[in-house]
């Protein structure tokens, strides 16, 4: 679900995401694979994801796009060119609908993106990868710190609170 991809983050499924439905029609075209892509085509924050792990079989949302990048583009790359600002400009022009907006799907493939050599994607791609683990770093370290904090506080007011019994 949208609520669990972070923008510019690959996704790796946690138990606490499992939902389990059973479509009403065959679902075989809308099966996820690892390597895929998921655009947020609904609502006015458009982004794509990069799906590393999550358990199959599994399906997307209809709020989503599945993209599956061809031989020769690599998909971080993919999900990097389309969470530029040139291409969200672009996105910002073409989303209609004005209660819930969205990217319609025709407008959405003809987005024209630039193709460097493999070899430049796959740096991109990698260069993406690091900064994504460098903000899940970032995020445990400020968790940490934030329980430790409470911990330091919670420690001074017992201290307190024992220097006042004496």
């Not at 709020?63 to 990097?80: C, E, M, P, Q, T």
């Not at 683990?133 to 609170?161: A, V």
Request: glycine share 4%; charged share 20%.
């Amino acid at each position: 679900m949208s609520q669990h991809l972070t923008k510019g983050e690959p996704y790796y499924y946690q138990d606490g995401h499992k939902l389990r439905i059973k479509p009403p029609r065959a679902s075989a075209n809308h099966l996820l694979a690892t390597g895929d892509i998921l655009f947020m085509s609904r609502g006015a924050n458009n982004y794509a994801v990069l799906l590393q792990e999550f358990p199959n079989p599994a399906i997307a949302p209809l709020s989503f796009f599945i993209i599956r990048a061809k031989h020769n583009v690599v998909s971080g790359y993919l999900v990097w060119a389309l969470n530029q600002e040139p291409v969200r400009a672009r996105l910002n022009e073409m989303r209609t609908g004005a209660g819930t907006p969205m990217i319609p799907r025709q407008e959405f493939g003809k987005i024209v993106i630039p193709l460097p050599p493999k070899k430049t994607q796959q740096t991109i791609a990698t260069i993406l990868a690091y900064q994504a683990k460098e903000r899940m770093f970032l995020r445990q370290l400020l968790l940490e710190t934030e329980r430790l904090h409470q911990q330091t506080s919670q420690l001074l007011l017992s201290q307190l609170d024992s220097d006042e019994r004496n």
